[in-house]
């Protein structure tokens, strides 16, 4: 799975940590979610698409290998 974390932040002027802090997670979480090595809890990702206005569909996005 892609996500667009990472554009849609720098896109906002946001560092990773000043994204964690508004979501209530660490720096690192941000950059674990951005780097496709956690792929965040159904609450969290929400609260992401919420902070960049948009939906969750917008921000991650299945491959087609995730969907067989």
Not at 27 to 43: A, D, K, V
């Amino acid at each position: 799975m892609r996500n667009r974390v990472g554009e849609l932040r720098a896109a906002g002027g946001l560092s990773q940590g000043e994204l964690g802090a508004r979501l209530g997670v660490s720096r690192q979480t941000i950059n674990s979610i951005e780097n496709g090595r956690y792929l965040p809890s159904l609450p969290l990702a929400l609260a992401i698409a919420r902070n960049f206005d948009s939906t969750v569909e917008d921000i991650f996005i299945a491959d087609q290998e995730d969907l067989s």
